[in-house]
């Protein structure tokens, strides 16, 4: 039933170039201030976060569980101004309620591809038999893959590890091409491994080896510990990835997908701080709590002269206006009338 699979598009024109889904991280408002600041060239794929298939499919939790899904009119127009495709991921283990909620996210939503996230290591998700837990049950995964990939008129991508307690990456890689993704992203750690050490690249390069033995045409995307555009360029041709995803290189960088670093000045780092928080407030005020922010000023706050300060006094606020008096006090209030670019 799949239709418009852009990621085939992606691959011929390459490098692919994605934000990670990253839970309380990757929403709609932090999205768009990654899509504002970033250029098109080196930025192709979003994701929201992790979405679970059972809360979709839940009668009364359905609408809660759905606002992760949620893209705003603002993102929308960037995303399309900027030619960006956006991916729902969900989880779950049981496939009815993957074939469910699929209908429902093709039918309700504007995405551009589902992802099934077969990679989360964290413990009571993994108990459910959820997530990492499936490159243990192949059986279940392609089940998965099979049911997802029948109720969806999206291209359906697939997000795991190497392997649960130690690298099982061949075989696994095999037993997840023959469900037909439409893209394969392969983080070069085990469950068990978390984000503890570093990436292995030479597990995501024999990904690459398997899908071209196998004769197919899947984009390979690898992820872990990509630190820059110039470094994930050296890992696409060192390793014959189509592309690379980002996670955490984005709380070193908020303008990791430009070519170059020109140095932001403190006004333009408190700027898309202000920005921050100001959007957050105006789409979650009383739904998502305020401290959740608190990771993303630490972004904002370090790299200048003087930053330790506010960056202390940012991990104290409450509410909106004590991070706009925090900036009015400071050395760099012109941040509250700067656009960030
Ligand atoms: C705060 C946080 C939340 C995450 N949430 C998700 C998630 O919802 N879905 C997912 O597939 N991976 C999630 N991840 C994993 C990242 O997508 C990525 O695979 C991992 O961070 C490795 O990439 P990196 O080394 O570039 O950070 C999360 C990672 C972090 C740090």
Redesign the pocket.
């Known amino acids: 039933m799949e239709n418009g699979d852009f990621w085939k598009q992606l691959k011929a024109q390459g490098p692919i170039f994605a934000l990670?889904?990253?839970?309380?991280?990757?929403d709609t408002v932090f999205r768009e201030l990654v899509l504002h600041v970033s250029a098109p060239e080196w930025l192709q794929v979003v994701?929201t976060?992790?979405t679970s298939t059972d809360g979709l499919c839940h009668p009364v939790g359905r609408d809660k569980v759905a606002k992760r899904l949620v893209v705003s009119q603002s993102e929308r127009d960037l995303l399309r101004a900027k030619g960006v495709k956006i991916v729902a991921?969900i989880?779950g283990a049981n496939p009815e309620k993957y074939h469910q909620a699929t209908r429902w996210l093709c039918e309700a939503f504007e995405f551009d591809g589902i992802?099934i996230?077969m990679?989360?290591p964290v413990r009571k998700i993994v108990k459910q038999g959820s997530?990492s837990a499936l490159i243990g049950t192949p059986d279940l995964a392609r089940e998965i893959v099979l049911a997802t990939r029948e109720a969806s008129n999206l291209p359906v991508s697939v997000?795991t590890r190497t392997g649960v307690s130690q690298h099982r990456t061949e075989e696994w890689t095999r037993q997840i091409l023959e469900t037909g993704p439409a893209a394969l992203?392969m983080?070069g750690?085990t469950q068990k491994q978390m984000?503890e050490v570093p990436?292995d690249w030479d597990e995501i390069a024999k990904v690459v080896r398997v899908r071209d033995e196998m004769g197919l045409d899947i984009p390979i995307i690898g992820?872990?510990?990509?630190a820059s555009v110039a470094d994930g360029l050296d890992k696409i041709a060192r390793h014959g990835v189509d592309g690379v995803?980002?996670?955490?290189?984005i709380?070193a960088n908020p303008w990791f997908f430009n070519r170059e670093k020109p140095e932001r000045s403190p006004e333009q780092k408190l700027a898309l701080l202000w920005k921050h928080a100001t959007d957050f407030h105006k789409q979650w005020d009383g739904e998502r709590n305020f401290a959740i922010l608190r990771r993303f000023f630490k972004i904002y706050t370090h790299d200048f002269a003087g930053a330790a300060p506010i960056r202390a006094a940012m991990m104290e606020t409450h509410g909106l206006e004590q991070v706009r008096q925090l900036i009015l006090e400071s050395p760099w209030a012109k941040a509250l009338e700067t656009e960030p670019v």
């Open positions: 990670a889904p990253m839970e309380d991280v990757t994701y976060e992790f991921q989880w992802d996230n990679g989360c997530c997000k992203v983080h750690r984000s990436a992820n872990g510990d990509v995803m980002v996670g955490r290189g709380f």
